[in-house]
């Protein structure tokens, strides 16, 4: 029997995640890690935290191998990739983790100022779709051998923010970079297809932010309908399955206990103090 003439291609088991040394990251590194993925770890400045995340997924029995870069660096965020691809020629999925999160508000004693608003845009936007843009390019030119057909669809993932569907006006620059990402993912999948899905995931509050306290994040996890947020562990495995979902492409998912059902005025960190 001659074999056949349309095997299947590897499938692609390699994944970029953005600030994957600490917190949110760190946990959706080591979930693809734990089914099998190899883990390119990206870190800005926490060089220690990368050393340990890369070596805790090693102890997972795959690859893994941390990047340095400023992601507000646009040379620096594309010497990322370019690093990336070649020690993970079977990248598969990019996470963008990675993001400013720093308050101001119109209407309060530290209203948005343009440094803020361009900061956030840079890492919180340009720097996704700049990256995003990278990883269409590496797929569509990627090399198939004769008759090889891909068993998946390689998927970039947006980390977006239940508050975009329940708008409140605290955090503004952040929020404005956020919701144009969000835009950015129905724009994206129209026109990476078929090479590349982009896919949101749009957490609840999942760990305690700024100056938060213990008592107060565990009072704000609990104000959502489930009475109970997400947990880094919910974000991790719902970025697993949207990265080996073929079928998922231009549109967001919310793991967030249902907090996007609840209408706010404020940002739920202020409702606890």
């Known amino acids: 029997m001659h074999p056949s003439s349309t095997a299947p291609s590897p499938q692609p088991t390699a994944v970029l995640v953005t600030g994957a040394a600490k917190r949110l990251g760190r946990e959706i590194a080591l979930q693809f890690a734990r089914q099998g993925w190899d883990v390119a770890v990206h870190y800005g400045l926490s060089g220690p935290e990368a050393a340990q995340t890369v070596e805790e997924i090693r102890s997972l029995g795959v690859k893994a191998d941390a990047f340095q870069a400023d992601l507000a660096d646009e040379t620096s965020t594309k010497s990322l990739f370019s690093a990336v691809s070649n020690t993970f020629p079977h990248l598969g999925c990019l996470v963008n983790s990675a993001a400013i999160f720093e308050y101001d508000r119109a209407n309060s004693n530290t209203p948005l100022s343009g440094k803020s608003l361009q900061d956030h845009?840079?890492?919180?936007?340009?720097?996704?779709?700049?990256?995003?843009?990278?990883?269409?390019?590496?797929?569509?030119?990627?090399?198939?051998?004769?008759?090889?057909?891909?068993?998946?669809?390689?998927?970039?993932?947006?980390?977006?923010?239940?508050?975009?569907?329940?708008?409140?006006?605290?955090?503004?620059?952040?929020?404005?970079?956020?919701?144009?990402?969000?835009?950015?993912?129905?724009?994206?999948?129209?026109?990476?297809?078929?090479?590349?899905?982009?896919?949101?995931?749009?957490?609840?509050?999942?760990?305690?932010?700024?100056?938060?306290?213990?008592?107060?994040?565990?009072?704000?996890?609990?104000?959502?309908?489930?009475?109970?947020?997400?947990?880094?562990?919910?974000?991790?495995?719902?970025?697993?399955?949207?990265?080996?979902?073929?079928?998922?492409?231009?549109?967001?998912?919310?793991?967030?206990?249902?907090?996007?059902?609840?209408?706010?005025?404020?940002?739920?960190?202020?409702?606890?103090?």
Do not use: C, W
């Not at 078929?194 to 104000?223: E, Y």
């Open 121 to 273: 845009m840079q890492v919180n936007l340009m720097t996704p779709i700049l990256l995003s843009q990278l990883m269409f390019e590496f797929q569509k030119n990627k090399p198939i051998q004769s008759g090889e057909v891909s068993m998946v669809i390689p998927a970039v993932i947006q980390l977006l923010d239940q508050k975009l569907i329940n708008l409140n006006p605290d955090y503004l620059s952040y929020t404005l970079s956020k919701a144009a990402l969000l835009s950015s993912v129905e724009l994206l999948a129209m026109d990476f297809a078929p090479h590349l899905r982009v896919v949101g995931l749009a957490p609840g509050i999942s760990l305690p932010s700024g100056d938060q306290t213990n008592d107060g994040f565990s009072k704000a996890h609990q104000m959502t309908p489930l009475g109970k947020s997400s947990t880094p562990a919910d974000i991790a495995k719902a970025a697993v399955f949207l990265a080996e979902s073929n079928a998922i492409t231009g549109t967001t998912l919310s793991v967030d206990g249902g907090q996007h059902l609840l209408p706010s005025s404020r940002d739920v960190m202020f409702k606890t103090n």
